[in-house]
């Protein structure tokens, strides 16, 4: 059974910095990518930050220079530092893990976590 475990929301001011983390276990293919996306109150999901097996990474032009993706591979743990938060990155925080094997490539999520930025 495949678990994506996450920690590190909470709520801090605006210019704060929040770490959040991803553990994922239990996944029988290959990892190709670790990543973040957030949806706010009353908006769609959106991307955040994704970051390759080979340590590629993309950022959504909102983050850009204020958050950081990085990952521990022997760990299948994804880090995402936020800088200089913005009311506007308050959300729920979803980790998602993109897998393959020879037939499928399913990708998994885990349950969220709030963030919460207060002007």
């Known amino acids: 059974q495949v678990t994506l475990v996450e920690s590190g929301g909470g709520v801090v001011q605006a210019g704060g910095s929040l770490r959040l983390s991803c553990a994922a276990s239990?996944?029988?293919?290959?990892?190709?990518?670790m990543g973040w996306y957030r949806q706010a109150p009353g908006k769609q999901r959106e991307f955040v930050a994704r970051i390759t097996i080979g340590g590629s990474t993309n950022y959504a032009d909102s983050v850009k220079g204020r958050f950081t993706i990085s990952r521990e591979n022997a760990k299948n743990t994804v880090v995402l530092q936020m800088n200089s938060l913005l009311p506007e990155d308050t959300a729920v925080y979803y980790c998602?893990?993109?897998?393959?094997?020879?037939?499928?490539?399913?990708?998994?999520w885990g349950q969220g976590t709030q963030v919460t930025v207060s002007s």
């Open positions: 998602s893990v993109d897998t393959w094997t020879q037939t499928t490539s399913p990708t998994y």
């Open positions: 239990g996944i029988s293919g290959r990892i190709a990518s």
